[in-house]
T-cell receptor, first 116, second 113 residues
């Protein structure tokens, strides 16, 4: 079975500062990894996805994430935070479970707060 | 450009009442999902439909039933609502399975008193 741990339920950064949201996973097989963002009163939107093609994945809105197999991590970063980045961020891991959607597991989420 | 449409957006029920949450997608996706979101719990899968005509249980199916009415529509029914089902419910779809991008609806906030 796979699992996801997001370190820090809340992260606060100043506008213009580096954003770092941490995600560690466990999986018995090579995983697919995702970061989703949820703005207030909205559904989730895909930020980026790792599928083993490249370890550094670039997503929308200036975000990127690096897959580190040795550390079983997939941390999300953005060089300079903007007020519009304030949202809930979810890391997710999926395995090829033969098509079963129970192969996708979401983390508990990290609430990103941007201080002016 | 509707994407995934959920109705209603808000609902208050009394314990024991029943209701159906509706979901429709216009992207010709094969797979559809129902999740619930609770504070500090992330998203948990209730039921999913890998393709038209099939449905399967997810992590937390108890107290729910689903119907994949056609390729576009996937409904979630609460037969006898309980306070533990107070949550935000999200419908999602993908072209083919969980390893592809999921498109989410805007959610239904359900309170069971």
């Amino acid at each position: 079975a796979q699992s996801v741990t997001q370190l820090g339920s809340h992260v606060s950064v100043s506008e213009g500062a580096l954003v770092l949201l941490r995600c560690n996973y466990s999986s018995s097989v090579p995983p697919y990894l995702f970061w989703y963002v949820q703005y207030p009163n909205q559904g989730l939107q895909l930020l980026l996805k790792y599928t083993s093609a490249a370890t550094l994945v670039k997503g929308i809105n200036g975000f990127e994430a690096e897959f580190k197999k040795s550390e079983t991590s997939f941390h999300l970063t953005k060089p300079s935070a903007h007020m519009s980045d304030a949202a809930e961020y979810f890391c997710a891991v999926s395995i090829n479970s033969g098509g079963g959607a129970d192969g996708l597991t979401f983390g508990k989420g990290t609430h990103l707060i941007i201080q002016p | 450009n509707a994407g995934v449409t959920q109705t209603p957006k808000f609902q208050v029920l009394k314990t024991g009442q029943s209701m159906t949450l509706q979901c429709a997608q216009d992207m010709n996706h094969n797979s559809m999902y129902w999740y619930r979101q609770d504070p500090g719990m992330g998203l948990r899968l209730i039921y999913y439909s890998a393709s038209e005509g099939t449905t399967d249980k997810g992590e937390v199916p108890n107290g729910y039933n689903v119907s994949r009415l056609n390729k576009r529509e996937f409904s979630l029914r609460l037969e006898s609502a309980a306070p533990s089902q107070t949550s935000v419910y999200f419908c999602a779809s993908s072209y083919r399975g969980i390893n592809e991008k999921l498109f989410f609806g805007s959610g239904t906030q359900l309170s069971v008193l």
